[in-house]
């Protein structure tokens, strides 16, 4: 019924210069049945939804279409096609500009408006926290609880473990500064029973 053929050559219907394109990349081929998509032999891909076609494959409404690791408004295309050749020679001719990512910020582009597909994945790295006093203090309060039966290891662990874990307490995360406040007074009363 009809082709669109895409590529970084100029006498495809949809132009892309981009490197990630090849010369003649994919073809759109409308028929009775529906629309199809035809990956020409490309180096870089076709894409449709992040999966890499190797044959010819259904285009969907709505499905986000990558040529290489440019984005392709593809139903824009499809449904200008319809209208008129006159207006379809005109619009399809054009390039499409796709800005690209900025590094460790998005990694593919996808905001559905006006059958414009783009998609925005943000990459933020998760920092953890940690509380080295609360730390510090769970340590020396088990080990103040695990040597109580010699009493002065119990002592000396449970104080400095009772010290420490109190400071880690006005910190953040308290899991273990709480902990090793329960360890070292545990430590410490053992000690002091075996006294």
Known sequence: MGQIKIGRSKDNDITIDDASVSRYHATIIKTESGIMINDNGSSNGTFINGNRINKESVLKKNDILKIGTVL????????????????????????????????????????????????????????????????????????????????????????????????????????LAIAGLIFSLLGIFIALAIL
């Open 72 to 175: 392709i408004p593809w139903m824009n295309y499809v449904g200008l096609q319809e209208e008129s050749d006159s207006l379809q020679t005109k619009i399809i001719k054009e390039e499409v500009p796709i800005p690209s990512p900025k590094p460790a910020q998005a990694v593919e582009s996808s905001n559905v408006q006006n059958q414009n597909v783009q998609q925005n994945v943000i990459v933020q790295q998760i920092g953890s926290h940690s509380n080295g006093l609360g730390t510090a203090g769970f340590v020396l309060g088990l080990l103040g609880f695990l040597t109580s039966w010699t009493v002065v290891g119990g002592l000396i662990g449970g104080f400095f473990g009772l010290i420490f874990s109190f400071a880690g307490l006005f910190k953040s995360p308290r899991g």
